[in-house]
């Protein structure tokens, strides 16, 4: 008895060791990584809004968007920030569309799908798909042979999110 008492003990210890010395790390480098996050948005955002000079950031209740602005300050198009359940993780991707409801360019941010499948999501092949099509033409049949449930998490949030960016706007 006092042998397991003792060996639990020193679990123990090591795994209060091993919590403080991780969040120790943590919040030694959580600046760092949401300062590295924010960058990998805004260059996301520069991908699907390549026209635009400048960015504005609007946030309309629970809807988050972007206004891309030209030389002149005109709106040339708007970029939401989306998010969808893929077959093995949540895939993070930033869409862009003109003022006519087209798609000007799509961005994974962050994935960790199936490498080899669920992956081809983040390649131009898939991304190109998409390019100056209207955003209530695309659906499931322009997912991905053998990675349907992942490329049908990005089309799916990326149709309901514009289509409320959309409804949004009309207001």
């Known amino acids: 008895m006092k042998e397991i008492l003792r060996l639990g003990l020193a679990l123990f210890l090591i795994c209060v ?9 943590y919040g030694l480098s959580r600046e760092r990584i949401l300062s590295q996050k924010k960058q990998e948005e805004l260059q996301g955002l520069r991908k699907v809004l390549p026209d635009a000079l400048r960015i504005e950031k609007i946030e309309a209740g629970d809807l988050v ?9 005109k709106d040339i198009g708007k970029a939401i920030i989306v998010s969808g359940k893929g077959y ?14 087209r798609i000007l360019g799509i961005e994974i941010l ?7 499948l669920g992956a081809k999501i983040a390649e131009p092949a898939f991304l190109s798909k998409f390019k100056r099509r209207n955003i209530k033409d695309i659906g499931s049949h322009d997912a991905i042979t053998g990675a349907t449930i992942s490329s049908c998490a990005v089309i799916n ?15």
């Open 17 to 25: 060791i091993s919590a403080a010395i991780l969040s120790f790390v």
């Open 65 to 73: 968007y972007y206004i891309g602005y030209d030389k002149d300050n």
């Open 88 to 101: 093995s993780s949540d895939i993070v991707s930033c869409v862009g569309i003109d003022n006519e409801g």
């Open 110 to 116: 962050s994935q960790a799908e199936t490498p080899g």
């Open 157 to 171: 949030a990326i149709k309901e999110k514009i289509e409320a960016l959309i409804q949004k706007l009309k207001k």
